[in-house]
DNA sequence: ATAAAAATCAAACAAATGTTTGATTGAATT
DNA sequence: AATTCAATCAAACATTTGTTTGATTTTTAT
């Protein structure tokens, strides 16, 4: 995609992130991205489509990397799991903005398009994690049968919703956390929800600590 | 509240809750409800002040239940957690549409007044959790000492992301679950929701079963 | 039955919306 | 240098938006 698209795409996610894509006027947009209001329509067709747009961008780059892990035989099912959780939570970190966006379309959506992609996403991840566990259960390292679908549900719901909990988090958090500045705060913050997920998971599926 | 009101606020819940505040027009309120529509100006001053009078409606009746429970002593801290629990499942099962509101009003809402009633919700609940967590620690009943905020995340993020994706969940379930009539499902979703939300809380916080 | 109050209605309002137009500028190609 | 193509712009467009108006109907109270 070429850099202005980008440019504009990067823009418009910030914007669309805070105040919703139905919040956002094609204004607010050219203005945030210091374009003219004609360009949305001149590089995206339309500003439905520059959403689309959005998607196929962001999610494009989602799932490779786990495949590859799940692929690799030099790690055992823990360290997959585990590795591929880890990066989940990194990119939800890094991509926090589009996940906020994705949030809020998985609920109100009346976009085909989106809401294909949404919904292929969830299930190739689903896919994954079952490829993943039932390798585990065979081999004995998972001692649980959870049920996969609301493991899913678990890991995805907490991740999404611990987004719009950071700020909150601040105020439980003692004097020493809340001192810390913004970049330094969100490691801190994501470090501590990737400590608790693989918790989550080691006692769902059951296994030991390596 | 007259009952007009609430008849409007009815509607306005349904449709908002699938197309989004942004996305719903007074026009489309209006003609749901089969008022005219100068009565959303009417009742309740603006379309902004209408969203304000659902959450006020809605969140109202929320926490009373738990802190009856919480304060009762006849139950176990295990008893109280897992009825506290139950209720909150009930809840959303009940208010699916309002939760699916707050999920999207939890990242775009831009109204002080909406955002101050959903940190209060996750306040309150929170220091529930707390109350009840310390005394089972106390007692010895709960074994760990698992990160409050966080748990909190999973338990709001899984139910949250569960009513999504619960038409997901047929395409999952064999055949015998996917012919079941739409109530019938919803029950037996949410039966197996509240089970494995149980299931997490009770590895987290490190209890055996009664 | 009459007066007062509450509820309903179609119509109008200004403002904001997404999109298109047609002219103008800039860069690349011949 | 001339021509072609891509990019940018201010202005205009038809709709849709939330809200208000002022008249009319319905309900309530006297």
């Known amino acids: 995609m070429a850099t202005k698209e980008e440019h504009i795409l990067l823009h418009a996610e910030q914007i669309i992130a805070t105040q919703g894509y139905n919040g956002t006027s094609v204004r607010d947009i050219a203005a945030k991205a210091k374009v003219n209001i004609s ?10 489509k520059l959403m689309e747009a959005l998607f196929k961008w962001r999610m494009d780059s989602g799932i490779h990397f786990a495949q590859e892990i799940l692929e690799n035989p030099d790690y055992s099912e823990v360290e997959k799991i585990e590795l591929i959780l880890y990066n989940y939570v990194n990119r939800v970190k890094k991509l926090k903005n589009f996940y906020l966006i994705m949030q809020t379309q998985q609920v109100i959506s009346q976009n085909k398009i ?11 991840y689903i896919q994954l994690l079952q490829l993943l566990i039932e ?27 611990a987004i719009n909990g950071m700020q909150l988090y601040k105020d439980f958090a003692d004097d020493e956390v809340s001192k810390l500045s913004e970049a330094k705060f969100k490691d801190y913050y994501f470090e501590n929800l990737f400590i608790h997920l693989k918790s989550l998971l080691k006692n769902l599926l059951g296994y030991e600590n390596k």
């Not at 390798?135 to 493991?151: A, D, T």
Request: charged share 20%.
């Open 114 to 124: 989106i809401n294909d992609l949404l919904k292929n996403y969830r299930l190739r």
């Open 135 to 161: 390798s585990g259960q065979e081999k004995g390292i998972f001692k649980n049968n959870p049920n996969l679908f609301f493991i899913h549900t678990t890991l995805t719901g907490t991740l999404f919703n």
């Open 39 to 48: 360009m949305i329509s001149y590089y995206f067709g339309s500003k439905e």
